[in-house]
């Protein structure tokens, strides 16, 4: 059955004449490295098809070894490399660098095989490099990081955890471990961290009780403290609050037979309602207005 539907992706892309290749590495639980290849194209009808074609295990992640698997891959589908018209991975230097990366090595086979940064990847980048250069939020996201190992590590904490939360009757969800590498997708975890707070601090309450090891003791202290202050309360709402928005945008980028234009378009119009909706909040605040409107009225009188 796989075979057959393997077939058919390859005679989907003959047909359409032209194709990008998309690649992606990754270490799997058995710490293989793992290369997963795509081929993006467009049908006679003019819908954009995105289809996954195979792992491919392979012995490290240099240049040289993903270009011959691509090679590979090409041959053995009978697709030539004249009809590649793009290429799609991250920017790390193996893939895109300017000397010897994949997408140079790709050019001088086809150099109509035009390189783009994988726009999601971008995203997470940014996205990361913002939260690290925010004093309040890169120290509300290694807390956060914190918290996400002492429960991911230790069944017992994680059935602690869920017994605090059937005697306090609490329905609500359970706790999200953090993403270790999509930035974009962390929001789920502190939503979590909101529904979940009065449970957590009761967790580590308990934890603090009870005879632990010194080093565990240490960073579940220092978990409980950092969520006893405001900083860190406020800093999960706020990066709650920019990370849902840059989950939709992740979202609209990676939706199914989505093309560039009409992603450009979601995502403006994404953040105009969010610009609007933000400012119109802040406005009808009764603190806020109040003190907009007086300051308005002072610099009103003053003819400022």
């Known amino acids: 059955m796989g075979h057959q539907i393997l077939r058919a992706i390859i005679e989907n892309i003959s047909k359409a004449g032209y194709f990008t290749i998309m690649v992606d590495e990754c270490v799997d639980s058995s710490n293989k490295e793992q290369l997963v290849l795509c081929f993006r194209y467009v049908d006679s009808e003019l819908d954009v098809h995105e289809d996954f074609v195979g792992f491919y295990q392979i012995p490290n992640i240099a240049a040289n070894t993903v270009v011959s698997v691509i090679n590979d891959t090409l041959m ?3 697709l030539n490399m004249s009809r590649c018209r793009g290429q799609c991975y991250d920017g790390a230097s193996n893939m895109s660098g300017v000397r010897n990366g994949v997408k140079t090595q790709l050019l001088r086979q086809e150099k109509r095989a035009l390189y783009t940064h994988c726009y999601g990847h971008v995203l997470s980048l940014s996205v990361a490099d913002t939260i690290k250069n925010i004093a309040l939020l890169r120290s509300c996201m290694d807390t956060t990081h ?5 429960l991911q590590y230790s069944p017992k904490r994680a059935n602690l955890f869920k017994e605090i939360k059937v005697n306090m009757c609490d329905e609500t969800s359970g706790f999200r471990i953090l993403c270790p590498t999509r930035w974009t997708v962390r929001n789920e975890t502190f939503r979590c961290i909101i529904d979940n707070y009065t449970p957590l601090l009761e967790l580590w309450e308990t934890i603090l009780g009870e005879r632990v090891d ?9 978990v409980c403290s950092q969520m006893n202050t405001f900083s860190y309360y406020f800093g999960v709402r706020l990066t709650h609050n920019i990370l849902r928005h840059t989950e939709q945008h992740t979202k609209l980028s990676a939706a199914e037979g989505q ?16 610009f609007r909706s933000q400012y119109d ?5 009764s603190s806020f207005g109040s003190l907009y409107f007086s300051k308005l009225k002072i610099l009103a009188l003053e003819d400022l």
């Open 281 to 285: 909040q802040m406005i009808t605040s």
């Open 214 to 222: 010194s080093e565990v003791r240490a960073r579940v202290n220092g």
């Open 146 to 150: 914190e918290i996400s190992k002492l």
């Open 76 to 78: 053995r589908f009978d």
């Open 259 to 274: 093309d560039l234009s009409v992603a450009t378009l979601q995502v403006q119009l994404h953040n105009s309602y969010f």
